[in-house]
């Protein structure tokens, strides 16, 4: 029995409950974490991609042998905060600070031939302050709102809360943007001639981070906040 997968399922809904579909949008430059809510026809809509291509590919990936995975889907919040914040905030707290010196680094040393490099080190500054404020607020106020509202869900309770999670989510818009804007100018990570050691780390581990966010993200916006 095939699985079942059509264009106007929800891009987030598609990944939630076929985790390894991840990577066939990760391919076609699809977002599935700020833009999980529209369809897969929406997503392709104004882009040269086939339908029909696009399918078979999520089809291949959903219905591949995989290791047992977590379902996030029946993780209670609790768990599922927990892990968000162990994993992927923590990740975050050391990976930042790190990729930080070496963007900083390689715009110094090779910023005179490659002067795009100082706009991702403006790019990545910009996203470093703004996760960190972003997690902050997750931590102290949202996460803490969300495990209120499931003990207590009056309308008032949800009407603020819903308030919280948009602004979450516009911030999610915004970090996700300035990462497709370092993917861009740096023509999906691209390593010129004269990249040496630590260029080509920098690039690594900035599309490490980019992957580690799409799934923190998507976790968020399409599972823990849609509950709501």
């Not at 390689?106 to 490659?114: M, S, Y």
Request: hydrophobic share 35%; aromatic share 8%.
């Amino acid at each position: 029995m095939g699985v079942n997968i059509h264009g106007t399922d929800r891009v987030g809904d598609i990944v939630t409950n076929y985790p390894k579909t991840a990577e066939v949008f990760k391919a076609f430059r699809i977002d599935f974490c700020c833009g999980g809510n529209q369809s897969l026809l929406q997503a392709i809509s104004s882009r040269d991609i086939k339908e029909e291509d696009l399918l078979n590919d999520l089809r291949a990936a959903a219905e591949a042998p995989t290791a047992e995975e977590i379902n996030w889907t029946e993780l209670r919040s609790a768990e599922l905060i927990d892990y968000i914040v162990g994993n992927h905030h923590d990740y975050l707290r050391s990976a930042l600070p790190q990729l930080s010196e070496y963007v900083k680094k390689i715009a110094r040393v090779h910023g005179l031939n490659h002067p795009d490099l100082f706009q991702v080190y403006q790019w990545f500054e910009t996203l470093r302050t703004d996760m960190e404020h972003h997690m902050e607020k997750e931590e102290s106020e949202a996460f803490p709102a969300v495990l209120a509202y499931e003990k207590d869900p009056t309308a008032s309770n949800r009407e603020r809360l819903l308030e919280t999670l948009d602004l979450l989510e516009q911030e999610h818009e915004g970090s996700g943007d300035l990462l497709k804007q370092i993917r861009e100018i740096t023509h999906d990570y691209e390593l010129p001639e004269d990249a040496c050691t630590t260029f080509r780390l920098t690039y690594l581990k900035l599309e490490e981070l980019e992957a580690d966010m799409f799934q923190h993200i998507h976790l968020e916006n399409n599972i823990l906040f849609n509950r709501v």
